[in-house]
């Protein structure tokens, strides 16, 4: 279960940038998860009142934004996620080669937080 030591991680980071920030509490944390990623957003869910018990983060929200996987086709540039129903080949020009341009690991997109002053 990875997917623990990734939650951990984030709550680290968030709670850093949460005491840069003078936060008294935290209401939500957002994560992108890439669709290539081998994480499971249902076991970050599960993992992160655990994480987050007994900190300024206890009873915040946890959301998680997974992206797309995208493809830049080799033969004619074209930007697209890859569909089994198509063996995964450009839609466009059906060429089989190509560069992943998104969907690849993960990152702290967002925090909410409440400071002294409001």
């Given at each position: ?71 830049r086709c080799a ?15 450009c839609p466009v ?26």
């Amino acid at each position: 279960m990875h997917e623990m030591s990734y939650v951990v991680r984030f709550v680290n980071l968030a709670l850093q940038k949460a005491q840069e920030n003078r936060a008294v509490r935290v209401r939500s944390l957002t994560v992108s998860v890439g669709e290539m990623t081998d994480i499971v957003p249902e076991y970050l869910h599960k993992y992160y009142p655990e994480a987050v018990s007994g900190t300024i983060m206890e009873g915040s929200a946890l959301k998680v934004e997974v992206i797309p996987v995208r493809i830049r086709c080799a033969g004619c540039g074209e930007v697209y996620h890859p569909e089994k129903g198509n063996a995964y080949a450009c839609p466009v020009c059906g060429d089989s080669a190509g560069e992943i341009c998104g969907g690849r690991g993960m990152q702290l997109t967002a925090l909410e937080m409440e400071t002294e002053d409001g």
